[in-house]
């Protein structure tokens, strides 16, 4: 394998936009998701400015309060569904194929079908702002703040018809890599020997699918609660707003870790390429993530300690919680044993990934001090939250996904990003991170309530927001840089090669970007790392059952004939339909009728596509 | 095809420029937090460090106990991880390091550590979860808080008071607070006093507060409740008990007369200038239940929900465009106000003593 001469780059996404349309392609899929989700992360980036602009000094009033709320929801929720999840499923969708030894994933169209569904639920969420106004309740949406007595415009619908549109994406796309992952691994490749971030993957897959249907029975409610009059969240028919933050929360703690997981399967595939070790205690690693999953069901009152649920309910959902600690800890061991011994490299993915370390202990351990109930009824609702939040899914998740794009830009695009602005992206990132959320701690100790769009000078909370805006900016600087990075490297980054990194995965036996079909022929694993066994020799085998030796799988360079799916534009109608129809339940039935129309005559047509 | 693929070909290009961005970002950042840090030493009346009650302390103490163990783990981890990147930092010539795969005492002891941390962390935790959620005794005085968008509603059943936006307490006397909610969610908070209670609409939450030291403590929603969620602030009084009762005896009169001319004129307009619909002034008009009850209003310390002062130039603004202090406040008057009725209510109002 890995013979392919550097200087050869595929044409993997030359073709028109027709081609980019109608693929079916993963890879070209991931280029759509990475392009798509960092446009909303700059777009929710934005909107945290203004929030951060806002509250720079006491009494301000550039953001009316309104419009506060709309950008602190909007945030909240592009954040979450718009950029980091399906940021994470560019990664899926880059690499999953790749790293198992397949040639696409199991659906390939169905997989078209994600990325339109989001691309299309994330533009139906962001129309709101231009059609009579933003939700302005919150990313939670806590009843009966959403109720029509409350919230008579269409923002709500908008927000609830936007996440049930977000939630088919997810789900579609969970269970297609559950599926590959389950069904197409390269022979050899046992549960045992898949990358970390593979098994992440599937653990994230199954999170999804068990978390999701939660918030889409309590959106349905709250939509029979708009549209039907009932009154599921409403106390004056019988109904219990509480009701709606238990669904919420079933299906927004599990969020969490949707959201954290796959940055740390990230990072334990880039720790060992920098240390040149493999990574220490493997199935624990392993293992651990599944129990953080497990667990995560079992801790969301947690977030509900302030509502009064009664002492024994506090105590067994503290325990609950308490118990993530643990293997969230032994992973941070691990990580760090993995790096203990190991020749380390500080190539810019190497500080992203280490900052994901850094960072996240951090927010690790403010998270055990919200589990305790006493502690969390005073900082509950205030910026020690916020502070804690960010430490986790910033410090966590985006550093984590900024050492995985660094560390595959150059696997995908076959171009090196430039190592020098790359450092300096991430220690402007690591300062303004710091400086933003850092202080966030202390406002919550002082007191300082979130979702405040001001606050009196008296209350000693100003020099704090104004280093938190301080800091906020600087990220936005940092971020610009990534930006002017990344596409000056597209056209004109160095030569990546094959294998950039001295990388242990299968995705580095290929040339970059990977050709269309990926492997010219089905690789036979039988280690962890095999292409650094196949450099350096083995041992990582982490098998109970040996399999037999590889055959060298050397090909020439001749292009294989290999059969691959062929582009289809069923998909990008589906999605279209059902995303109409949507609009028509809030602009006029017409377009239900029309949405419904085209969503079932392009079912029709998908499944009698003939086969290529 | 071997040496290729080892990374080292690829050494960081980070030329001068580069470099010295990096060390100006670095200095200005570190001067700019020292200077901060500096300023940072004010005054923070809402702290949650500063407890004046057993169930505050009892929160109090669990947030050290935490803080400092979380500082020790922190410290050694961190330590650890940076420890660790400088001592195995890549140096020129080094060989393949060795390939360990695991270690199953590590990991069994590194599974435990954080076990018994949780364990006792819980062990401490409990007890004040069961302790802080004493039920009040049945002589404690019994008060309804109740929030509405954008005020808090203080009565006192027994007693027959009604008020808003200052709630007085006795000093030493337990209280039951009954939380409720009229609207949407709203937050129980006076970090002084102890943790937040959420006042659910629909739902009935009591819990049991007992203040030890006089003075006056800052309190404030902290569940996003809408527009002026940022202005919905409370005071709560903690006074010696003969103060209290005093209180409470003068609350239960009806407002002190007008005396001036000008103040007469507000009094006669409260119709007219469509107050009564929402607000009572007993004594004059009980019909309004929507608004605070402003019987006494001039006695207490703040308007608008704690976010202004009880002086002359706010209570005309707020007259004149309670909207550009307080956006989207309940507040509708039937016609704008003239500056003469502003002066006019606003003498009356100051003078509800």
């Not at chain 1, 609660?225 to 709606?244: A, E, I, K, N």
């Not at chain 1, 202990?361 to 305790?372: D, K």
């Not at chain 1, 704090?464 to 940092?478: E, F, H, K, P, Y």
């Not at chain 2, 840090?37 to 109090?60: K, N």
Request: with cysteine.
């Amino acid at each position: 394998m890995a013979t392919t001469t550097v200087s050869v780059r595929p044409n993997t996404y030359a073709g028109t936009a027709w081609s980019w349309i109608t693929t079916v392609d993963h890879k070209r899929i991931a280029v759509l998701y990475f392009v798509t989700s960092l446009a909303f992360f700059a777009l929710g980036g934005v909107e945290a400015l203004l929030i951060r602009l806002q509250l720079s000094r006491p009494e301000l009033d550039l953001v009316h309060p309104d419009r506060f709320a709309e950008l602190f929801t909007m945030h909240g929720t592009t954040m979450v569904f718009l950029a980091l999840m399906p940021l994470s499923a560019a990664f899926f969708n880059l690499l999953v194929p790749l790293m198992i030894g397949a040639r696409d994933v199991a659906f390939p169209r169905l997989n078209a079908l994600s990325y339109w569904v989001y691309l299309f639920g994330g533009i139906f969420l962001n129309i709101s702002f231009i059609a009579g106004g933003a939700p302005a309740m919150g990313w939670f949406g806590y009843a009966p703040l959403t109720a029509t007595e409350f919230a008579d415009t269409h923002a709500v619908d908008f927000w609830a018809f936007g996440l049930q549109i977000l939630g088919v994406s997810s789900i579609l796309a969970s269970i297609n890599f559950i599926v590959t992952i389950i069904n197409m691994r390269a022979p050899g490749m046992t549960f045992n020997r898949m990358p970390m971030f593979v098994w992440m993957t599937l653990i994230t897959g199954f999170l999804i699918i068990f978390a999701f249907p939660v918030i889409t029975i309590g959106l349905v409610l709250l939509l029979f609660d708009r549209y039907l009059g009932t009154s599921f969240f409403l106390y004056q028919g019988g109904g219990d707003p509480v009701l709606w933050q238990h669904l919420f929360w079933v299906f927004g703690h599990p969020e969490v870790y949707i959201l954290i997981l796959p940055a740390m399967g990230i990072v334990s595939d880039v720790l060992p390429t920098f240390s040149r070790k493999p990574l220490f205690g493997y199935a624990v690693v392993a293992y651990s993530g599944a129990a953080i999953a497990l667990v995560g069901f079992g801790v969301w009152t947690h977030h509900m300690f302030t509502v009064g649920l009664g002492p024994v309910a506090d105590t067994a959902f503290a325990i609950s919680t308490m118990a993530v600690a643990v293997p969230t800890g032994v992973k941070i061991f691990n990580w760090i044993a993995t790096l203990w011994g190991g020749s380390i490299s500080l190539r810019t993915p190497m500080l992203f990934a280490i900052g994901f370390i850094a960072m996240f202990i951090l927010g690790g351990l403010t998270g055990v001090s919200l589990g305790s109930p006493p502690v969390d009824t005073q900082v509950q609702d205030t910026y020690y939250v916020v502070a804690h939040l960010h430490y986790v899914l910033f410090g966590g998740t985006i550093f984590g996904l900024f050492a995985g794009i660094y560390f595959w830009f150059p696997k995908m695009t076959g171009r090196m990003l430039s190592e020098g602005w790359g450092k300096v992206h991430f220690w402007l990132m690591m300062i303004g991170f710091n400086l933003a959320f850092g202080p966030q701690h202390q406002l919550g100790i002082d007191g300082m309530p979130r979702r405040i769009h001001t606050y009196g000078a008296d209350m000693g909370w100003d020099v704090w927001n104004l280093m938190s805006t301080v800091g906020a900016w600087t990220i936005g600087l940092s971020m610009l840089i990534f930006a002017i990075n990344a596409v000056r490297s597209m056209r004109s980054g160095r030569d990546a090669g094959p294998d950039p990194w001295d990388g242990g995965t299968l995705e580095w036996s290929m040339s970059s970007p990977p050709p269309v079909y990926n492997f010219a022929e089905v690789p036979v694993v039988d280690d962890r790392y095999p292409v650094w066994k196949e450099k350096h020799g083995g041992g990582h085998t982490g098998a109970v059952v040996a399999e037999p030796p590889v055959a060298d799988t050397e090909h020439d360079d001749e292009e294989p004939h290999i059969h691959m799916p062929n582009p289809s534009y069923w998909p990008i109608l589906v999605a279209a339909g059902m995303v109409l129809a949507a609009c028509g339940l809030i602009f006029h039935q017409v377009f239900v009728l029309l949405g419904a129309l085209i969503f079932g005559i392009s079912l029709i047509g998908w499944i009698e596509e003939p086969p290529g | 095809m071997r040496a290729l693929m080892h990374g080292t070909h690829l050494r960081p290009r980070a030329t001068g420029a580069v470099q010295r961005v990096i060390r100006r970002v670095s200095l200005g950042a570190a001067l700019l937090l020292a200077a901060l840090v500096l300023a940072a030493c004010g005054v923070t009346p809402q702290t949650i460090l500063e407890p004046t009650t057993e169930a505050a302390r009892a929160s109090h103490w669990l947030f050290l106990v935490v803080f400092w163990a979380g500082l020790a783990v922190f410290v050694v981890v961190e330590g650890a991880l940076l420890y660790t990147i400088w001592r195995f930092r890549r140096r020129r010539g080094d060989t393949l390091p060795a390939q360990t795969h695991g270690n199953l005492k590590l990991e069994i002891g590194w599974t435990i550590a954080p076990t018994i941390l949780v364990v006792l962390l819980a062990a401490f935790t409990v007890p004040v979860i069961f302790a802080n959620a004493q039920e009040p005794e049945d002589d404690a005085i019994r008060v309804e808080a109740i929030g509405h968008q954008w005020w808090f509603e203080f009565s006192y059943p027994d007693l027959g008071v009604v008020t808003a936006n200052e709630l007085h307490l006795p000093v030493g006397k337990p209280a039951a607070i009954i939380i409720k909610s009229e609207d949407v969610l709203h937050s129980f908070w006076v970090p002084a006093l102890r943790g937040k209670l959420d006042m659910v609409p629909g739902r009935t939450s009591v819990f049991r507060i007992l203040p030890e030291q006089t003075g006056t403590f800052p309190g404030q929603c902290a569940e996003f409740c809408g527009t002026a969620h940022a202005l919905m602030r409370f005071t709560v009084v903690v006074e010696e008990p003969e103060e209290f009762d005093a209180w409470a005896a003068h609350q239960l009169t009806d407002r002190v007369p007008p005396t001036s001319e000008l103040a007469q004129a507000g009094e006669a307009l409260l119709t007219p200038a469509g107050c009564a619909l929402c607000h009572t002034i007993r004594g004059v008009t009980e019909i309004g239940t929507i608004g605070p009850d402003l019987t006494h209003v001039g006695s207490r310390t703040h308007i608008a929900a704690n976010t202004m002062g009880m002086t002359r130039s706010d209570l005309e603004h707020w007259l004149r465009d309670s909207d550009d202090m307080k956006p989207g406040n309940l507040m509708i008057l039937p016609r704008p106000l003239t500056e003469d009725e502003i002066e006019a209510l606003t003498e009356y109002l100051m003078g509800l003593k």
